[in-house]
C-alpha cells in the first residue's frame, strides 16, 4: 500500500508541470504548482509580473515590488486546475507602514481531490484520496534609495497527502528600480526588477526522499505609458528555472479612464487574455488561458483601503507643522516678550534719572516689539516732551531765543496745549519780538542752522537758513549755507538712488524699493522716485511670476503608487533637515535648508513661512548686537518672501533709524 501511494504521489507530482499549461514545454523536475503565480491581472498579461506589480500579488513574483505599495490591501484568488476537484486559491494582504516599509502576507493553497488509492494488486482502496500543498509567504519591502527598493519572503511550505505530510522552508529575495518621467511625454516612466525564488529552497519528504522546490531567477522590465485617458503598461520577464530551459513572458495592458482595462500576453508558447474593472477602491480582474487539459479561467478580487502613504505623510508633517509652528511662534513671543521686558525696564530707569533722551529711545525699542504697548508709547512720548522741554528751558536761560523756540514747539508737538511749554514758547516769542530789528535775533538764528547742518540734519537747517534769508535777503552766509544744505540733500537722495539701483541690478527688488521710500522723505525728485518704485514693483512681480513652476505630471497606472520623484525626495529632505534646524533654535542652519527648497518650490508645504520666521529670528539678533546693516539685510529679505510682513517694516524701519543716527543721516522724518 505503502509503495502505491508513494507511486501515486508521484504521478501528482509529476502531472504539476501539466497543471500549469506546460507554462513550459520543456521543464524538468518537479515545480511545485505554486509556479501557476497568483492574481487574475499578472495571470493574463503572461504571467510577466517580476516589475510591474500593482497590488499585494507581487509578493509571490518579487516581495521589492511591495515597497511601491501606497495603501493597505487585501486580493483574492481562485481558479481550478484539471477539474472541479482542483483548487487553486490565495489570499494575500500588504500594510504599508508610514516610514518603515511594507509588510506583507500571503496564504496560498492548492486542493486536488478524486485521487484513487489502490494496493499491490490494484485492488481499489479509496475513491476520493486528498492531496494538498500550502504555501505561506511573511514578506518585507523597503525603499532603499530614491528609485531603488528591496524586499524578501520567509516562506514554508506544508503538503499532504493521504497520511502523509512534510513542511520545509525557505527563502525569496527582491530588488526594483523605478524611472519617472516628467512632463507630457508619451513614456511615463520605467521600472525594472530581480527577483531569487527559493534561493533557500524548500525541502518536503512524504515517505523516503525530500523534493525541493527549485531555485528560479526572474528578471524583467516594465514601461509605462499613455495619452489622454488611455494607459499603457508593457511587461517583459525571463525565468530560468534551476532544472529548466529560460521562460520568456510578455504581457500588454491597455486602460481607459482607470477604471477598465484589456489585457494580454504570452507566458513562453501559452497565450493569455483577461478584463479588469475598478472603481474607487475595489477591483475585479478576470484571465483566460487555453491549456493542454482544457480552458482555465482565473479571477481575482482587489480591495484597498486606508489612505495612501502620501495622504498620511501629508497629515503627519501638517501636524508636525502646526507643533513646530505653535512652538516658533511661542518661542519668538517670548524673545519679543523678554527684549520688550527689557527695554521698558531701561526705559523706566533712565526716566527716573532724567534722561530723557536715553530713555525715549528705550521706550521706542519697546515699541518695536509692542506696537500696542500703552506703557511705552506713553513713556516715549512723555521722554520726548520733557527732552524737549528741557533744552527749552535751558535755551531760554542761555538768550537763545530761537533754539529755545524750536524746541518749546518740539514740546507742544508731543503734548499739545500744555502749558509748560506754552509758556516756553510765548516768552521764547516775545524775547525773538524784541530783538526783531537787531543782529541778535540773524545771529542766534545762523548758529542754529549751522549747527544743525553740522549734525547732518539738513532738512532742518535748510528751514532755518530759509528764515535768515527772509529776515535778511542779502546775507552772505545764509545764502552759502542754503545752498550746502540743499546740495547735501541732493546728495543723500542721489546716494539712496543710486544705491537703489544697485539692489536691483541683483533682482533685490524689495531693498531697491526700501532704499527709494527712504529718499522720499527729503521731499525732492518726487516723481521720479516714484517712478522708479513703480518700476521696480513691476520687475518684482515679473520676476516672481516667472519663477514659478507649473506642476508635472504624476505616474498614470495608479495615482498611488508611484514613488516621489528624485526632486521631491531632495526638497523633502532639505525641508526636514531645515524643521529640525528651527527646531533646535540654529536658524541660520535653518535657513540654507529652506533657501534651498523656496529657491525651488516657493509654495513648498509652508517653506515660505518658516524661512521668513528664521530671517526674523536672525535679524532679532543682529539687531540686539547693534549690527543694524546687517540686520537691514536680513529683514529685507523678509519682505522678498512677503513684502507686506508688519513685522519685518516696523523692525527695518527702527534699524534705519538707529543706523542713521550712528551715521548722522537724518531722513527728515
Known amino acids: 500500500m505503502r509503495h502505491a501511494a508513494t507511486a501515486i504521489l508521484a504521478l501528482v507530482l509529476l502531472a504539476t508541470p501539466l497543471a500549469t499549461g506546460q507554462a513550459n514545454a520543456q521543464s524538468y523536475g518537479t515545480e511545485l504548482p505554486f509556479v501557476l503565480g497568483t492574481g487574475a491581472r499578472s495571470s ?13 500579488s507581487i509578493q509571490h513574483y518579487n516581495p521589492s515590488g511591495l515597497g511601491y505599495l501606497q495603501r493597505k490591501q487585501f486580493v483574492f484568488y481562485r481558479t481550478t486546475l484539471f477539474d472541479s476537484k482542483s483548487v487553486y486559491h490565495s489570499f494575500s494582504y500588504a500594510h504599508p507602514l508610514l516610514n518603515y516599509g511594507t509588510l506583507a502576507v500571503s496564504f496560498m493553497r492548492v486542493d486536488i481531490g478524486g485521487v484513487e488509492q489502490r494496493d499491490e494488486t490494484n485492488r481499489l482502496l479509496s475513491s476520493d484520496l486528498h492531496s494538498a500543498q500550502t504555501r505561506f509567504l511573511l514578506g ?28 520545509g522552508i525557505g527563502l525569496d529575495v527582491g530588488l526594483s528600480a523605478s524611472q519617472v518621467f516628467s512632463g507630457n511625454s508619451f513614456i511615463k516612466g520605467f521600472r525594472e526588477g530581480f527577483a531569487v525564488q527559493n534561493l533557500i529552497e524548500p525541502s518536503l519528504k512524504l515517505d523516503h526522499e525530500k523534493v525541493a522546490d527549485p531555485f528560479n531567477l526572474s528578471l524583467g522590465v516594465s514601461a509605462i505609458s499613455g495619452f489622454g ?17 529560460f521562460d520568456l513572458r510578455f504581457g500588454q495592458e491597455v486602460v481607459y479612464n482607470r477604471i477598465l482595462a484589456l489585457r494580454f500576453g504570452m507566458d513562453d508558447v501559452t497565450p493569455t487574455f483577461g478584463l479588469g474593472a475598478h472603481y474607487k477602491n475595489v477591483g475585479l480582474d478576470y484571465a483566460y488561458r487555453s491549456e493542454d487539459l482544457g480552458n482555465n479561467h482565473r479571477i481575482s478580487l482587489t480591495v484597498k483601503f486606508g489612505s495612501t502613504l502620501s495622504e498620511q505623510r501629508a497629515r503627519a508633517r501638517a501636524e508636525f507643522e502646526k507643533e513646530v509652528d505653535t512652538r516658533l511662534t511661542n ?10 521686558e527689557r527695554a521698558l525696564e531701561n526705559g523706566d530707569s533712565l526716566f527716573a534719572r532724567a534722561e530723557y533722551e536715553a530713555a525715549a529711545d528705550q521706550f521706542e525699542m519697546a515699541l518695536l516689539w509692542d506696537p500696542d504697548n500703552d506703557h511705552a508709547a506713553k513713556q516715549a512720548t512723555l521722554s520726548r ?3 524737549a522741554i528741557s533744552m527749552a528751558t535751558k535755551a531760554l536761560e542761555n538768550k537763545d531765543y530761537v533754539q529755545g523756540l524750536f524746541h518749546a514747539n ?9 502749558q509748560a511749554a506754552t509758556n516756553l514758547a510765548r516768552k521764547c516769542n516775545e524775547r525773538i519780538t524784541e530783538a526783531k530789528n537787531s543782529r541778535t535775533l540773524l545771529t542766534q538764528l545762523l548758529k542754529t542752522s549751522i549747527d544743525l547742518y553740522a549734525d547732518r540734519q539738513f532738512a532742518d537747517a535748510l528751514a532755518g537758513f530759509e528764515e535768515a534769508l527772509r529776515i535778511a ?18 546728495t543723500v537722495v542721489r546716494r539712496y538712488m543710486t544705491d537703489a539701483e544697485v539692489r536691483a541690478d541683483n533682482d533685490d527688488y524689495v531693498g531697491a524699493i526700501d532704499h527709494l521710500e527712504h529718499a522720499l522723505a527729503y521731499n525732492t525728485r518726487t516723481a521720479e522716485i516714484h517712478a522708479l518704485i513703480e518700476k521696480y514693483k513691476k520687475a518684482r512681480a515679473h520676476a516672481l511670476l516667472a519663477s514659478t513652476k507649473p506642476e508635472t505630471p504624476g505616474q498614470t497606472t495608479d495615482d498611488a503608487s508611484s514613488p516621489p520623484t528624485a526632486d521631491q525626495k531632495v526638497l523633502e529632505n532639505h525641508y526636514r533637515r531645515g524643521m529640525k534646524s528651527f527646531d533646535d533654535g540654529d536658524f541660520d542652519g535653518a535657513i540654507a535648508s529652506f533657501l534651498r527648497v523656496w529657491t525651488v518650490d516657493q509654495d513648498y508645504h509652508n517653506v515660505s513661512s518658516f524661512l521668513t520666521r528664521a530671517y526674523l529670528f536672525v535679524g532679532m539678533r543682529l539687531y540686539s548686537d547693534h549690527e543694524y546693516t546687517k540686520a537691514i539685510e536680513i529683514w529685507q529679505k523678509v519682505l522678498t518672501i512677503d513684502p507686506e510682513n508688519s513685522k519685518a517694516k516696523r523692525y527695518l524701519s527702527k534699524a534705519h533709524e538707529e543706523l542713521e543716527k550712528l551715521s548722522g543721516v537724518y531722513r527728515g522724518r
Open 229 to 245: 485617458n488611455v494607459m499603457l503598461v508593457t511587461s517583459l520577464d525571463i525565468v530560468n528555472p534551476r532544472y529548466s530551459p
Open 473 to 490: 535777503p542779502d546775507n552772505q552766509l545764509a545764502q552759502e549755507y542754503r545752498g550746502k544744505c540743499k546740495n547735501s540733500i541732493e
Open 44 to 56: 493574463a498579461m503572461g504571467v510577466a509580473a517580476v516589475s510591474h506589480g500593482e497590488d499585494a
Open 385 to 387: 516732551y520733557q527732552q
Open 410 to 418: 518740539r514740546a507742544l508737538s508731543y503734548i499739545p496745549e500744555d
Open 331 to 340: 518661542r519668538m513671543a517670548d524673545l519679543e516678550r523678554s527684549q520688550l
Open 140 to 167: 518585507y519591502a523597503k525603499s532603499i534609495t530614491t528609485s531603488l527598493s528591496a524586499g524578501f519572503n520567509l516562506k514554508i511550505d506544508n503538503q499532504s497527502f493521504g497520511d502523509y505530510s512534510g513542511s
